[in-house]
C-alpha cells in the first residue's frame, strides 16, 4: 500500500513535514482487545467469540494508525484517514486560516491529538490520532512565516 501523500504530489512539490499517527492513541482499542483475547485463551465457552472481538478491535486500532497520513509541503497541506471510506483534505497554504490542536488527559500524557486544519471559508477539518500534534502546527506556523528558510 503505497502513500496517498506521495501519490498526489503535484509538480515541483516537496514534503516539509510529515506527521505521523500514534500507536498510543489507540489504547482504548488495544486493551479491551488484549484483555478479550486472553480471556479467550482462558476460557473454554465462548473462545471463538472473543478471540474474534479481541482481533477485530486490535485491527481496527491498527488500521487507524496505519491509514491516517499528514505532511506539510511547499504548496499545501494534504491528510487522509481512512482505508475502505477515506476522507481527504488538501489545503493550499494561502488558504489556511488556523491550526488548532485538541489533546484530552491521555494524549497530553500521550503525546496524540487531533489537527484542525480551518480554511478560509471557515472549513474545519480534524485530523485525528496524530503524534506530536504540537511539532507539526508549530512546524506550518515556521513555514507560513518564513518559507525561504526551507529551500
Known sequence: MGSYIDANLT???????????SWESQWPLFLPGALLIGNGFSEAEGVNFKLFLGGLLICIAALRVLTTELALTNKRVIAKVGFIRRQTVELRLEKIESLMVNQG?????????????????????????ISDPASFRMAVNEFLENPSQFD
Not at 509538480?11 to 499517527?21: G, K, L, N, T
Not at 486544519?117 to 485530523?127: A, D, E, F, L, Y
Request: charged share 15%; net charge positive.
Open 105 to 129: 488527559i491521555f494524549g497530553r500524557m500521550l503525546n496524540y491529538g487531533s489537527v484542525s486544519v480551518t480554511g478560509t471559508g471557515g472549513t474545519k477539518t480534524p485530523i485525528p490520532y
Open 11 to 21: 509538480r515541483d512539490e516537496r514534503i516539509i513535514q510529515q506527521a505521523s499517527s
